[in-house]
Each structure stands twice: as structure tokens, then as C-alpha cells.
């Protein structure tokens, strides 16, 4: 199986800037979640998706979406951005159905820097 | 909310030895805990899990084990190699509503000098 896809890889934009990031779980997996991973802060939880519907969302602003397709790709969007968004953003794919926790497959990243 | 405290920061072995994480939780009613690691440039991979119906867990040279009384739990690993240097995060998720939220240490650095 093709593990977990995420484009772009890196990305370079000014702060005021919007940017969106794309997710390609595992075929078969409907669960996908989303992770901001910075140096002081650690792996923080920004929210997941199971078939196109948020079932759970971290404590982050407003400034940041996502939203989930019917082939459940998903894709993350910062709105206005902060030099504080510079971070890698990881999203991980599971099998999850309920509220039974699997294994989350993570993808390789996006390393966004904001100028 | 579910809070994870992990410690040590970094931790420094010679080839051998044994390494061990403890992490800490908050949420009494998290139930399932991982284990991931990652090295430099690389997504997070885990390496072990285990639920709250089971004290210890082992696979090879690494296991797990939970204390769900005092709410800790660890990762040993014996017999490092130093393949094993990398960033190793624990992980809780709280049941429930959960769902697809895993609440993460903030990560040790362990380095295996040959």
C-alpha cells in the first residue's frame, strides 16, 4: 500500500499571506488528523476529519481550516498568516471508525516558512 | 484536557545500554498510549503502543509499560544500537470523542554513542 501523501513539501510565503496544504491518506483510511510540529512546542493537534466531516479541532485560531473530500484527501488552509505559523505541518491517516482508536500513519510533512 | 508530560529532554547512552522514557498523563480516562519515532528529516513512525487493558507490552528489544494508577508510562529499550538515535515522542488519547486526537509529549532526544 502508498503510504500517507502530502504536497507540497516545503513552502516559502509572507506573513498576510494564505497558504493550503493537501493530505493523501491510505486507501481505505477516512480518518485523517493534522499535527503542527515546531521546537518549542512540540506535535500539537490541530483536527481531524472523518468522512468530510471535523469530529474534533485543537485550541488554534480561527485563521486555520480544513476539510475533507469524498476520496477523503484532505487539505489544511492558513488564512492570514503569522511568522508563528512556521512550522512542519504533518497530517496522519487511521482507520479509526467510531470512537475506537488505530494506528496513525504519518505523512512526511509540510515545512512551511513564513517571511 | 489531556495534558503529557515526557522526560528525559535528551538522554545520552553508550551502544548496549538501556534506555528508558517515562511519560506522564492527565486524562484518567485515556486509553490508549503510543509511541513514535522520528529521525532527523523523517515523519514520525511508531514503534509500540498499548491500551489501558494491559500493563506491559514488548516487541524485540523494545516494551512498554503502563501504570494506569499513577497514571505513567515508559518506554525501555535494551541492547541500544545507535540506529536507535532519534526523537522518540509518547503519546495519550483520551477515549471518548477523541476520535483522531493524540495529545503528544514534547519529545526526547536520544543519542547512542558507539
Known amino acids: 500500500k502508498a503510504g500517507v501523501t502530502q504536497t507540497p513539501r516545503y513552502l516559502i510565503k509572507t506573513r498576510g499571506q494564505q497558504v493550503t496544504l493537501s493530505c493523501s491518506p491510505i486507501?481505505?483510511?477516512?480518518?485523517v488528523s493534522w499535527y503542527q510540529q515546531t521546537p518549542g512546542q512540540g506535535l500539537q493537534f490541530l483536527f481531524e476529519?472523518?468522512?468530510?466531516?471535523?469530529?474534533n479541532k485543537g485550541n488554534f485560531p480561527g485563521r486555520f481550516s480544513g476539510r475533507q473530500f469524498s476520496n477523503s484527501r484532505s487539505e489544511m488552509n492558513v488564512s492570514t498568516l503569522e511568522l508563528g505559523d512556521s512550522a512542519l505541518y504533518l497530517c496522519?491517516?487511521?482507520?479509526?471508525?467510531?470512537?475506537?482508536?488505530?494506528?496513525?500513519?504519518f505523512g512526511p510533512g509540510t515545512r512551511l516558512t513564513v517571511l | 484536557g489531556e495534558n503529557v508530560e515526557q522526560h528525559p529532554s535528551t538522554l545520552s547512552v553508550q551502544e548496549g545500554d538501556s534506555a528508558v522514557i517515562k511519560c506522564t498523563y492527565s486524562d484518567s480516562a485515556s486509553n490508549y498510549f503510543p509511541w513514535y519515532k522520528q529521525e532527523l528529516g523523517k515523519r514520525p513512525q511508531l514503534i509500540i503502543d498499548?491500551?489501558?487493558?494491559?500493563g506491559e507490552k514488548k516487541d524485540q528489544r523494545i516494551a512498554v509499560t503502563l501504570n494506569k494508577t499513577a497514571k505513567h508510562f515508559s518506554l525501555h529499550i535494551t541492547e541500544t544500537q545507535p540506529e536507535d538515535s532519534a526523537v522518540y515522542f509518547c503519546a495519550a488519547h483520551a477515549g471518548g470523542t477523541s476520535y483522531g486526537k493524540l495529545t503528544f509529549g514534547q519529545g526526547t532526544i536520544l543519542t547512542v554513542h558507539p
Open positions: 486507501s481505505g483510511h477516512r480518518s
Open positions: 476529519y472523518f468522512s468530510e466531516t471535523q469530529r
Open positions: 496522519a491517516s487511521s482507520l479509526n471508525r467510531g470512537q475506537v482508536i488505530h494506528e496513525q500513519f
Open positions: 498499548i491500551r489501558s487493558n494491559v
